[in-house]
């Protein structure tokens, strides 16, 4: 891998943040922690390296709209048209912008928010689209790409957090595409240990439950024969599998032992009244609360409820309302707590949704003109870039595709989007390929 | 019993209302653009009222002079059109969300509209609680409000009883309450139970409720109350439950009937009604698969008598006082716009009853 670009990308952090760790890494070698080098776990009982490392720590939350929202019933209205539907709008806080009706909380700090409403992408089908906004390219043959949470957790990981790195709260085992896509290739090349932590509805009361039927002795004594065991089995073999297996048995360790911050009942009443009650919400609390503890990246689901192909009216009516609450509240409480630079907050689903209504009240996939919202490190506030037409049929201003988004995140959480990868046994590739340009109008 | 069409018609947006003069021969659509529409059976010509909602336009019903019609819409409205002029000339909000459906009492003077917002109400996405009184009946007259009774939000349907001196309500998780009119002092219902068998929660894809009970109607001798909507799913995105209807004996909350296996097909079942002879009624709605979107069935023993594929959504069935013809209403899939101007997707459908 060639080290990052030296040339200052617009909206990257100006900071020397990621020579920061490797001076404290030495630092804390110099200390007298030799003793600690072989699992990096010393330097974090280090205070300086500790408290510098989470001041400089970036942070990524993705509310994860799956089944993909409309655009309509969201961030670009279209009232009174044929296929605007029977939501109105109001203003926001930006002269001459309005959202649906059913954002009032938004559009009250639509200020704080970016939004684009000029995505233009090409896969109408889920599974396709779920892996072409979570992985920010097309499939390419010789190797698997990392999704953006893998991607992170490798760039912008902690040495030896208990947190793990790349945490789903998702509460739905089963269903449909978003499904399938779960049970595949997360991490891709990165490896397991960059896949993600499953919490949330059941998964999480299975970490509870574990933590709190193995007495704290037992568990130590487990894990010194484990570690034994293990690395000297990895020694001898140099197996890929057991390196595997080691990584996700790490993390469910950490799970395991942070598993209070996976705990809803244990977040704050007032907090969880505000957010509200559904699972969404309050897994979106339970993100906000991870990244005050550290968490690099939370991605949080609910299955794939935003599919509205039936009854798309009479569900949204609820969604939305759910979902604007919660961008809201995140949004102000990260910014309240010195947060809101340091994190990116990302909402999107995997398309849009018809500007026209199918015959069973519903609005199908719709991948040729969607909007998405994003804010925080890295970003401006209260920029609304691209448009659609009339009708949000078509892109008539500004059009992005992934690579555009992704060229975004990576540029915003200071992370190089051209890193480019010659690894062997794989194509040369890049964190972003063709050299796609990010959303400028969006980089602080 | 069967049903031939005589005429089809295209209005330019999808029809949820539907209201019919006694003879027939004028018909009222209150349609998904907003406008009222006054339409010719016979030859499809429609004349738009002058006052249109901010929303969609949900409902609409003819008072028994026929010489108004008050509609409903998505934006918490109600306003009375004179017919002849298609003036509006009162304009009342009725609710801070949308009417879901609209009925009239036999004699006109009351009017029933039903409303909610379906939000969080827990972790399961059970439905919040009501923030305004979910069921209002106003004086067709005076346009004051009579009554206000609670349910669960959202409501979806409503019917006044042939003998106008109860009103039924019922809504998404299939809570069904049935109110005496005067209303009592404490609006508490005469009968109230639920049906489990017209309501989704996901369980493959998605986690919340959806469908619920979509129309009601009292038998001619107001003994028993028809339901009809569409089953549990286990994606609720698939809209392939099964067509559904329920009879019940409203007064112990005891289910009689319902539709029998093998004669059903999936989808949303959104309008049922009797016919005149009260031997009959119809119901009909959306098709996801199966052989019929519009069936009429005995009223004896529930059996299916006749049935139609119209290859559209029905929203509406409503027939003539004579029982002779029967009109349908709803919507084909909206069309994509061409050259930015979006074809016409609302349906009005003539049919002649046939014994």
Known sequence: MKPDSPSLIPGQCATNEHQIHRRLFLKGLGGGALASAASFAGLFHNPVFAAETKKAQKHCILLWLCGAPSQFETWDPKPGRPGGGPFGSIPTKLPGVHFSSLMPHCAGIADKLNIVRSMKTTQPEHFQAISLLQRGSPERAGFTRPTLGSALSQAMGQLDSPIPNFILLDPIPGGNEFESFKAGNWAGWLGAEHAPVRLGGDYTQLVNAAAATIPQHDLESRETLRRFLTAKYERDRSSTIARSQNAAFERMKGMTASADLFDVNQLPAKDRERYGPGSFAQHSLMARHLVENGAPFVMVANGMNWDNHVFQHEIHQMLVPEMDRVVYHLVNDLEERGLLDSTLVIAMGEFGRTPWMNQARGRDHYPNAWSMMMTGCGLKRGVVTGATDIDGVDVIEKPYNEQNLFATIFTALGIDPYAEYDLPGMPTFHRVESKMEPIRDLLA | ?355
């Open chain 2, 1 to 355: 019993m069967k049903l031939t069409v005589a005429h089809d018609h295209q209005l330019p947006a999808g029809v949820l209302g539907l209201a019919l003069s006694p003879d027939g021969t004028e018909a009222f659509a209150a349609c998904a653009d907003g406008t009222l529409q006054a339409v010719d059976p016979t030859t499809g010509k429609a004349e738009p009222f002058a006052e249109k909602h901010h929303s969609f336009a949900s409902g609409c019903v003819l008072l028994p002079d026929g010489k108004t019609m008050i509609s409903g819409g998505y934006d918490g409205w109600l306003l009375w059109h004179d017919v002849a002029t298609k003036r509006c000339w009162r304009r009342v909000q009725a609710h801070q969300f949308w009417n879901w459906q609209l009925a009239l009492s036999p004699d006109g003077r009351h009017l029933a509209t039903v409303t909610g917002q379906y939000l969080p109400g827990g972790w399961k996405y059970e439905p919040a609680q009501e923030t305004e009184p979910s069921v209002k009946v106003f004086d067709t007259l005076t346009g004051e409000p009579v009554a206000a009774f609670s349910h669960g939000p959202p409501v979806l349907s409503c019917c006044f009883s042939p003998d106008g001196l109860h009103l039924a309500a019922a809504n998404m998780m299939g809570d069904i309450k049935i109110w005496k009119l005067p209303a009592s002092a404490d609006g508490q219902p005469v009968a109230q139970w639920n049906s489990p068998d017209f309501t989704s929660w996901g369980t493959t894809k998605t986690h919340h409720y959806c469908g619920g009970i979509y129309s009601l109607a009292f038998s001619p001798d107001g003994s028993t109350l028809l339901c009809c909507g569409m089953g549990p799913m286990g994606d609720p995105m698939a809209g392939n439950g099964k067509m559904t209807w329920q009879r019940w004996n409203w007064q112990k909350g005891e289910r009689l009937d319902q539709i029998k296996d093998g004669q059903h097909g999936t989808g949303l079942m959104e309008a049922i009604a009797w016919h005149p002879d009260g031997q009959h009624f119809i119901m009909a709605g959306r098709q996801a698969q199966g052989t019929w979107n519009a069936a009429l069935f005995s009223a004896a023993d529930g059996s299916l008598v006749h049935s139609i594929d119209t290859k559209k959504r029905i929203t509406h069935a409503r027939f003539t006082a004579d029982g002779k013809s029967l009109i349908l209403a709803g919507a084909n899939g909206q069309p994509a716009p061409k050259n930015g101007v979006w074809p016409p997707w609302g349906r009005l459908q003539v049919y002649q009853v046939e014994s």
